[in-house]
């Protein structure tokens, strides 16, 4: 089975552009989750899609964007962006979306560069 | 709110040898814990996950625990080799696929 993929690997924006992620769950996976990570922050949690919905969502501001196809692949948008946008971000899937007893598999990330 | 915390940042060892990764948690009510892995410049690897309910999980060489009433885990890895180097993160869930991340453990075996 093909693992969770990620486009494009990295990216090189300006401040104030908008910027696209995408994110392709494993096969048969119906939930995504996205997390931005940081030297100083760490890794955050931005937003969860689940069939199309999106049931959760970290405290980060209205730029960031997300949402979910029917094939589950889902991308996520930043707006006007900022030099502190510049980040690793990753995205998970999980197959049914429970809570206690999913492992999340993770792609292997999107570099954004912010100049 | 959740915090996660990890200690040490850092760890040296020789290859061969027994080592524990620490991992605190300030809020119990917890669905999950997992344990991951990150090599440089790529993804997470998950290792391990105790659910709320279990006290520990094992996988080959790797065994992690969870007291869920003190808010600890700690991920205990046997015989360590240089292969192991990488940073090690705990994460505990507390919604829907909601992780709180610790900032992780970098270790380092030494040939």
Redesign the interface.
Same mark, same amino acid.
């Given at each position: 089975k093909a693992g969770?993929t990620q486009t494009p690997r990295y990216l090189i924006k300006t401040r104030g552009q908008q910027v696209t992620l995408s994110c392709s769950p494993i096969s048969g996976h119906r939930?995504v989750?996205w997390?931005q990570q940081t030297p100083g922050q760490?890794?955050? &949690?931005l937003f969860?899609y &689940?069939s199309e919905t999106q049931?959760?969502k970290?405290n980060f501001p209205g730029r960031f964007s997300g949402r979910q196809f029917s094939n589950s692949r889902s991308e996520m948008n930043v707006s006007t962006l900022e030099l502190g946008d510049s980040a690793l971000y990753?995205c998970?899937s999980?197959s049914q979306?429970q809570?206690?007893?999913?492992?999340?598999? &993770?792609?292997?990330?999107t570099r954004l560069t912010v100049l | 709110k959740q915090e996660v915390t990890q200690i040490p940042a850092a760890l040296s060892v020789p290859e061969g040898e027994n080592l524990v990764l620490n991992c605190s948690f300030t809020d119990s009510a917890i669905y999950n814990l997992q344990w991951f892995r990150q090599d440089p410049g790529k993804g997470l690897t998950s290792l391990l996950l105790i659910q709320s309910s279990q006290r520990e999980q094992t996988s080959g060489r790797l065994n992690a625990s969870l007291d869920k009433s003190s808010g600890r885990s700690t991920l205990y890895i046997a015989a360590s080799q240089p292969g192991d180097s990488a940073t090690y993160l705990c994460a505990v869930s507390t919604g829907a696929n909601n992780l709180f991340f610790g900032t992780g453990t970098r270790l380092t075996v030494i040939p």
């Amino acid at each position: 089975k093909a693992g969770v993929t990620q486009t494009p690997r990295y990216l090189i924006k300006t401040r104030g552009q908008q910027v696209t992620l995408s994110c392709s769950p494993i096969s048969g996976h119906r939930s995504v989750s996205w997390y931005q990570q940081t030297p100083g922050q760490g890794l955050q &949690f931005l937003f969860e899609y &689940f069939s199309e919905t999106q049931r959760n969502k970290g405290n980060f501001p209205g730029r960031f964007s997300g949402r979910q196809f029917s094939n589950s692949r889902s991308e996520m948008n930043v707006s006007t962006l900022e030099l502190g946008d510049s980040a690793l971000y990753l995205c998970a899937s999980s197959s049914q979306g429970q809570v206690s007893t999913d492992t999340q598999y &993770f792609g292997p990330g999107t570099r954004l560069t912010v100049l | 709110k959740q915090e996660v915390t990890q200690i040490p940042a850092a760890l040296s060892v020789p290859e061969g040898e027994n080592l524990v990764l620490n991992c605190s948690f300030t809020d119990s009510a917890i669905y999950n814990l997992q344990w991951f892995r990150q090599d440089p410049g790529k993804g997470l690897t998950s290792l391990l996950l105790i659910q709320s309910s279990q006290r520990e999980q094992t996988s080959g060489r790797l065994n992690a625990s969870l007291d869920k009433s003190s808010g600890r885990s700690t991920l205990y890895i046997a015989a360590s080799q240089p292969g192991d180097s990488a940073t090690y993160l705990c994460a505990v869930s507390t919604g829907a696929n909601n992780l709180f991340f610790g900032t992780g453990t970098r270790l380092t075996v030494i040939p």
